[in-house]
């Protein structure tokens, strides 16, 4: 399983735009510089983003962007939601996916359980944590 660049990049900004303090909003030039990302490629990140409804810009285009909720408020499940339609460890695990092996399978229990307990870490990190350094390696 690998997570996309849109989903890490997503979660960068976030970080970015999380860390100020100054209330001016953050610059998409400056996301891309602080975080060493092609401004061409975070125009993408931040129409996610922002369709999502987890960014604005402050006093319209041209402006710097801002949360639209308290960092504390934002998972990281949330993020990668902006950009996938959800996490899914192996193929039999999404939604409307008809498996040849539906009722014989004995796997199928443990790829659920991972998959749910992938779920439940992207839902317990928030933004908050990340910025304040929190998420520890002992989860």
């Known amino acids: 399983m690998k997570f996309s660049t849109k989903t890490r990049y997503g979660i960068r900004a976030m970080l970015e735009i999380a860390k100020d303090e100054s209330q001016n909003g953050v610059f998409q030039k400056d996301i891309a510089l602080n975080q060493d990302l092609s401004v061409k490629y975070l125009d993408q990140i931040i129409c996610g983003l922002k369709t999502a409804g987890l960014i604005i810009n402050l006093r319209g285009k041209k402006s710097g962007y801002i949360l639209t909720r308290p960092p504390a408020e934002i998972t990281m499940l949330d993020i990668h939601n902006a ?26 229990g443990f790829w659920e359980n991972l998959n749910t307990m ?14 304040d350094n929190k998420v520890l390696l002992d989860h």
């Open 118 to 131: 992938i779920v439940d870490y992207f839902k317990s990190v928030t933004l908050q944590d990340l910025r």
């Open 83 to 108: 950009f996938e339609p959800g996490i899914c460890v192996i193929d039999c695990m999404a939604t409307g996916f008809v498996c040849d092996r539906k009722g014989i399978c004995q796997v199928k």
